[in-house]
């Protein structure tokens, strides 16, 4: 029996398991190729006993929230997928744990109509907490370092334990973890500490924010911004200064709307999507020599 079969025998009980899972399914890019192992779980619980069985079968693991800020490879990804549905939420006051797995934005809405206040800007950011913990999500003037307090973070030897927020080091689009400091660690449950607020307040604050979200940026599959936005610039401006707003390759494109989104407009190929990324950031070094970093994280084999 292969590892990959004895941790799957392992994880059968912690959740929903498929094999060979098409990862275009659960992306909102709609793009990947299959994940050998795909296992949904719904509590902190059984994400940390499946990452302590993947350590112990010596198979590699991605987390994957809502498939928001990655292009997975057309080849799709080798070993254990985890679909982290995990989203108990316990409310203390102020003081609010939630676990890794939940939406971001349904929780920031969540807290708005409660009255407290710290996240009216994250009504419209997909993608799952964990994901804004490792990326220090942020819109609008606002980050989630802001009201972040502590994480609980299990170790490669399964064991889990609370870090506070400033051991992170987050800094804009970034943290400990997208330096590949906290490698083979993971995000089971934050902490954050809101302010008291006026709900009616909060929620017409969260409704502008949409508003200014939806007539900015376009509709349809992508994976939201693409590239960080740099000092001298933004992103945006700088593609568009090269000529590439509205370029194609295949069924990718960058948006005719907002030139710092990528989309897929039909069944466009990982490969193409990057071969756009990567053409935008050679002609805006070439021009202005700046060099565009990505938000969106490229996961999976490719080659």
């Not at 069985?53 to 990804?77: E, R, T």
């Not at 449950?189 to 302010?195: A, K, M, P, Q, R």
């Not at 509205?246 to 190929?269: P, T």
Request: with cysteine; proline share 4%.
């Amino acid at each position: 029996m292969s590892a990959l079969e004895r941790l799957a025998a392992a994880l059968e009980p912690l959740g929903e398991l498929r094999r060979a899972e098409p990862l275009a399914r659960h992306t909102t890019f709609g793009i990947g190729g299959p994940a050998d192992l795909f296992l949904t779980v719904r509590s902190g619980e059984a994400l940390g006993r499946a990452l302590t069985a993947a350590a112990d079968a010596g198979v590699p693991v991605f987390i994957l929230g809502s498939g928001s800020n990655i292009l997975v490879a057309d080849a799709g990804i080798r070993g254990l997928v985890i679909d982290n549905r995990a989203r108990a939420e316990q409310l203390d006051g102020l003081t609010v744990r939630v676990e890794s797995g939940a939406s971001f934005a349904a929780f920031a809405r969540r807290m708005c109509r409660r009255g407290l206040d710290g996240l009216a800007w994250a009504v419209g950011i997909p993608g799952t907490l964990g994901g804004a913990v490792v990326y220090n999500a942020g819109a609008y003037g606002g980050c989630l370092a802001d009201v972040l307090r502590r994480v609980r973070i299990q170790e490669p030897s399964g064991r889990a334990e609370w870090v506070d927020a400033a051991d992170l080091r987050l800094v804009y689009r970034g943290s400990r973890f997208t330096r590949g400091e906290l490698r083979g660690r993971a995000v089971l449950e934050c902490e954050l500490e809101l302010f008291p607020g006026d709900a009616a307040d909060l929620v017409r604050r969260a409704a502008a924010f949409d508003a200014k979200r939806l007539a900015a940026q376009p509709r349809g599959r992508s994976a939201g911004s693409t590239f960080k936005n740099p000092p001298e610039a933004p992103a945006w401006k700088l593609i568009d200064a090269v000529g590439m707003r509205g370029m194609r390759r295949g069924d990718a494109a960058i948006s005719e709307k907002h030139a710092n989104f990528f989309v897929n407009e039909g069944n466009a190929a990982a490969a193409d999507v990057r071969w756009l990324i990567e053409e935008a950031r050679r002609r805006v070094f070439d021009r202005f020599g700046i060099r565009l970093e990505t938000e969106v994280e490229f996961v999976g084999a490719w080659t």
